[in-house]
Antibody, heavy 122, light 108 residues
Framework: EVQLVESGGGLVKPGGSLRLSCAAS????????MNWVRQAPGKGLEWVSS????????YYADSVKGRFTISRDNAKNSLYLQMNSLRAEDTAVYYC???????????????WGQGTLVTVSS | DIQMTQSPSSLSASVGDRVTITCRAS??????LNWYQQKPGKAPKLLIY???SLQSGVPSRFSGSGSGTDFTLTISSLQPEDFATYYC??????????FGQGTKLEIK
């Protein structure tokens, strides 16, 4: 079964740091680009960051650029998000999601993990 | 960035109704459009990719159409389990993925 499991969320003070992890299983992790998407309480989905299969290409939303760093360890089938200089507006459930294309030119996110909650508050 | 606008933001309907949700892109995105369903407390689930392709395991009452800037998600006959929030997502520019703001489908 293809599965993504996030961990590392919690309560952190403004200005603090947190590192999220996403453990992948059931597929060849090293063959896929991966993404982080977040959802603030009661709000919609916001793409945060993407990383290609070999880490050659990395992209960030403007809202997190310079503060968040995405990385992966293909040997450990794991995706990471290092979050620094956290702000109240970063409070959200953070999901990891696989970038699927089935070899074609169209891409989509499937599957998604269950999410991990990050709360930034003093 | 490509902006995605869904309408309506919320919708009340009854079991058995036919429902249509619209998504408009700020520029042409060909057929690079996906639809997701999200239930409270759960992760989003892929329904439709490439504007009109039904994801495996998704009931055939769900369908997608459109190209260019205007897209629709249609549920032909609402079932109780379909009450959820629906999001569109453009995959034309994967340097900066963007989602619509969501459409909450509620029971009338």
């Amino acid at each position: 079964e293809v599965q993504l499991v996030e961990s590392g969320g919690g309560l952190v003070k403004p200005g603090g740091s947190l590192r999220l992890s996403c453990a992948a299983s059931g597929f060849t992790f090293s063959s896929y680009s991966m993404n982080w998407v977040r959802q603030a309480p009661g709000k919609g989905l916001e793409w945060v960051s993407s990383i290609s299969s070999s880490s050659s290409y990395i992209y960030y939303a403007d809202s997190v650029k310079g503060r968040f760093t995405i990385s992966r360890d293909n040997a450990k089938n794991s995706l990471y998000l290092q979050m620094n200089s956290l702000r109240a507006e970063d409070t959200a459930v953070y999901y990891c999601a696989r970038d699927e294309d089935r070899g074609g030119s169209f891409n989509w996110f499937d599957p998604w993990g269950q999410g991990t909650l990050v709360t930034v508050s003093s | 960035d490509i902006q995605m606008t869904q309408s309506p933001s919320s919708l009340s309907a009854s079991v058995g109704d036919r429902v249509t949700i619209t998504c408009r892109a700020s520029q042409s995105i060909s057929s690079y459009l996906n639809w997701y369903q999200q239930k409270p407390g759960k992760a989003p689930k892929l329904l439709i990719y490439a504007a009109s392709s039904l994801q495996s395991g998704v009931p055939s009452r769900f369908s997608g159409s459109g190209s260019g800037t205007d897209f629709t998600l249609t549920i032909s006959s609402l079932q109780p389990e379909d009450f959820a929030t629906y999001y569109c997502q453009q995959s034309y520019s994967t340097l900066t993925w963007t989602f619509g703001q969501g459409t909450k489908l509620e029971i009338k």
